[in-house]
């Protein structure tokens, strides 16, 4: 029922910043969560930040340190990713996902988005 659609990614310079963005529709989240993770080309996909839809606390991957942050606006059940300081590592697909329980080491994902290619060239 639910449906989440990325956009945003696409060719950066190393340094440079993006703004990856997931809407959401079919339904309100209330209080599920919402997050964002990463997938390379023959590695598993990997966990980078979460939040309540209603707000409060959120969390990170510790590899980001700092440079990733997530936020929302709830008038057009949205949620962003903000990421700075892009190096070429970060170059993959990057998934939108709601669920009950997103973090790094354990999840339980009810939708995902389609995913948007970011690439970081050198």
């Known amino acids: 029922q639910v449906q989440l659609v990325e956009s945003g990614g696409g060719l950066v310079q190393a340094g440079g910043s993006l703004r990856l963005s997931c809407a959401a529709s079919?339904?309100?989240?209330?209080?599920?969560?919402m997050g964002w993770f990463r997938q390379a080309p023959g590695k598993e996909r990997e966990f980078l930040a979460a939040?309540?839809?209603?707000?409060?606390?959120?969390y990170y991957a510790d590899s980001m340190k700092g440079r990733f942050t997530i936020s929302r606006d709830n008038v057009k059940n949205t949620f962003y990713l903000q990421m700075n300081s892009l190096k070429p590592e970060d170059t993959a697909v990057y998934y939108c996902?709601?669920?009950?329980?997103?973090?790094?080491?354990?999840?339980?994902?009810?939708?995902w988005g389609q995913g948007t290619q970011v690439t970081v060239s050198s």
């Open positions: 996902a709601a669920g009950p329980l997103l973090g790094p080491t354990a999840r339980i994902v009810d939708h």
């Open positions: 079919g339904r309100t989240f209330s209080t599920a969560r």
């Open positions: 939040m309540n839809w209603s707000g409060g606390s959120t």
